[in-house]
């Protein structure tokens, strides 16, 4: 009988066996920012976490009462999803978007991440990725084996891809099978598409038949409560994406959803299929909790206007403070990201042997204890020392009761940020104070 007892270190050799896709890759750096920000904490340091993007906010109070009389349920549910809460998914997008579909046009799966990965892994065409971009995107593609296609966006577009790019890129190959992958509000940078723009980049995407994966999920996040859909532009060819994680607060219950054209149909299918081999469905509490969340209501609304309310207040003054630090900051517009490039204190870094983005983030966390992450890490050229923060650091709850106790009308200044959000007004004042020249 073979033994497969590991050797000692010393004599082990390189399995060779390893899907060469997978073999060298590391961890998720959001993910592991976090473990190791946390693995400090416990060791008594003094750590900002400004590197995980996680919502700071509850889940909404009839969400949690949803789940906790469902607590019970313990069937599987259809591997598509329960057909109650594709309904709810499916009159989401009509009510806020007046994009058309049906149940049938929706895909519920463990999270948002997981349906993203079956789609490259059933669709066979090239994974066109605008850049700053979420970190999960071109490594999920790359376990899969498909090309990816950096389409790398400038600080001058506030870092949105343009109807231009795509058609400069499309029109080399025009009938090459493509995914786009726009995110927005976005993850790194904040920013968010006027509808002119979305506009634009959808009669490219027809023209040449790119599938868009519009991914939304920080849709609600808009601070202005005004997101706009692209799938309005571009209903046939636009797949949205959306999930609890960050508009409700549910990272850790990972429900996601997908909502199909029906000429797409066949690729929800195929996507259904592979979920029944591999996942088998999603958690049932967990979706019929959602089928409330999805279906909104007062208490949700006005839940979602505090939590905008208190991220445009934050992400404005910390983008503020951080330009006065010699930072190039896109005003962010929704989501809880920021996006600096310190490239214009490159001499004072190189000074300090800083000359990446991934040396500068170790460098200020070891410091000043401020956890980022690299824009290496979303697609930008190490060169480029740019570093996404996510601003989330504080107790959500606490914040939204205070800013309910504050007049709408009434804005919520420096002294209510400092008062409610202590980790990260001091984070940001620790990163500006790191980057300031101090006099020779």
């Known amino acids: 009988m073979a033994n497969f007892r590991a050797m000692p270190t010393e004599r082990r050799k390189p399995d060779v066996h390893l899907n060469l896709n997978v073999r060298g890759m590391k961890p998720s750096a959001t993910v592991a920012i976090n473990e190791r920000s946390d693995a400090m904490r416990r060791e008594g340091r003094e750590v900002f976490k400004l590197g995980l993007g996680q919502s700071p906010f509850p889940v909404p109070q009839p969400v949690i009462e949803e789940l906790r009389v469902n607590a019970f349920q313990k069937d599987y549910l259809p591997v598509k999803g329960l057909l109650a809460l594709r309904e709810a998914v499916s009159d989401y997008h009509r009510r806020t978007q007046g994009v058309q579909s049906t149940a049938e046009d929706v895909l519920i799966g463990p999270g948002s991440k997981e349906l993203m990965f079956l789609l490259q892994l059933v669709y066979y065409g090239d994974i066109l990725i605008p850049t700053p971009a979420w970190v999960s995107y071109a490594p999920q593609a790359h376990i899969i084996g498909r090309h990816i296609v950096w389409l790398p966006t400038r600080a001058e577009d506030n870092f949105r891809l343009t109807a231009d790019q795509l058609r400069g890129h499309c029109e080399a190959d025009p009938a090459r099978p493509r995914i786009l992958i726009l995110n927005y509000p976005g993850n790194p940078t904040g920013v968010t598409y006027a509808q002119p723009e ?90 019929f909790a959602a089928v409330r969340a999805f279906r909104g209501g007062t208490e ?141």
């Not at 259904?272 to 958690?283: K, L």
């Not at 870094?349 to 200020?364: H, P």
Request: net charge neutral.
């Open 198 to 287: 979305l506009e634009a980049l959808a009669a490219v995407a027809s023209e040449f038949r790119v599938i868009v994966l519009s991914d939304e999920i920080y849709g609600e996040l808009n601070f202005e409560g005004a997101h706009t859909s692209i799938a309005r532009f571009y209903p046939e060819g636009t797949i949205v994406s959306t999930g609890l994680s960050k508009w409700c607060g549910a990272g850790g219950w990972r429900l996601g959803a997908f909502t199909f054209p029906r000429s797409l149909n066949w690729l929800l299918q195929a996507m259904a299929a592979v979920g029944s081999e591999t996942y088998t469905s999603t958690s049932a509490p967990i979706q």
């Open 300 to 440: 949700i609304e006005h839940y979602l206007a505090s939590a905008r309310r208190v991220l445009k207040a934050l992400g404005t003054w910390s983008a503020a403070k951080l330009r006065a630090a010699g930072a190039t900051v896109p005003e962010p517009q929704g989501a809880f990201y920021l996006f600096p490039d310190f490239s214009g204190l490159r001499e004072a870094l190189r000074a300090r042997k800083i000359r990446n983005s991934a040396a500068m983030c170790e460098q200020l966390l070891k410091d000043t204890g401020v956890a980022t992450l690299p824009g290496s890490e979303f697609g930008r050229g190490p060169e480029e020392l740019s570093a996404r923060l996510a601003y989330v650091d504080f107790d959500g709850a606490q914040a939204l009761s205070a800013a309910d106790e504050t007049p709408r009308e009434q804005p919520l200044g420096e002294e209510f940020l400092r008062n409610h959000m202590r980790n990260v007004t001091t984070a940001i004042d620790r990163v500006c104070a790191w980057f300031t020249p101090k006099p020779a």
